[in-house]
Antibody
């Protein structure tokens, strides 16, 4: 059964760092692009970053460019989001999502349940 | 960047109603558009991709249409399980992925 499980969220002070993980199972992880999407409390969805199936291509939203880094470890079926210089407006539930089709990044198919990041002093 | 605007923001409807949600893009996204359903406290669920292709397992009462800059999501006969928030999202390769602001479908 396809499963994506995010972890690593929590409360962090402004300016500090946090690393999120997304453990994948039930599919061939190294064949699919992966996304991070976030949702601030009571707000809509905001795309954050995407990485290609082999990690060679990465793209970021302007709001996180230069502060966040997406990466993956295909040997461990795990996706990461390194978040530095965190700000209050980074407070959100962070979801990982699998591309719907192999060797692509375009359509977000299956999503994890999300992990909450709260940036507060 | 391409901006996506959904209308209406909130929709009140009854079980059995035909419901239509519109999504407009600030420039053409061809057919690179998806629709998601999200229930409170849950992750979004893909309903439709490539503007009109139904995701596997999604009931056939959901349909999508449109191309270029204007798209619609239609629920032919609203069911109790359909009360949720719906988001459109474009994935035109030349621009970052962007979502509409969402349309909340409420019980009338």
């Amino acid at each position: 059964q396809l499963q994506l499980v995010e972890s690593g969220g929590g409360v962090v002070q402004p300016g500090r760092s946090l690393r999120l993980s997304c453990a994948a199972s039930g599919f061939t992880f190294n064949m699919y692009g992966m996304h991070w999407v976030r949702q601030a409390p009571g707000k809509g969805l905001e795309w954050v970053a995407v990485i290609s199936y082999d990690g060679s291509d990465k793209y970021y939203a302007d709001s996180v460019k230069g502060r966040f880094t997406i990466s993956r470890d295909n040997s461990k079926n795990t996706l990461f989001l390194q978040m530095n210089s965190l700000r209050a407006d980074d407070t959100a539930v962070y979801y990982c999502a699998k591309a719907q089709r192999p060797f692509t990044m375009i359509v977000m198919g299956t999503w994890g349940q999300g992990t909450l990041v709260t940036v507060s002093s | 960047d391409i901006q996506m605007t959904q209308s209406p923001s909130t929709l009140s409807a009854s079980v059995g109603d035909r419901v239509t949600i519109t999504c407009r893009a600030t420039q053409s996204v061809n057919s690179w558009l998806a629709w998601f359903q999200q229930k409170p406290g849950k992750a979004p669920k893909l309903l439709i991709y490539d503007a009109s292709t139904l995701e596997r397992g999604v009931p056939s009462r959901f349909s999508g249409s449109g191309s270029g800059t204007e798209f619609t999501l239609t629920i032919s006969s609203l069911q109790p399980d359909d009360f949720a928030t719906y988001y459109c999202q474009q994935y035109n390769g030349a621009s970052p992925w962007t979502f509409g602001q969402g349309t909340k479908v409420e019980i009338k």
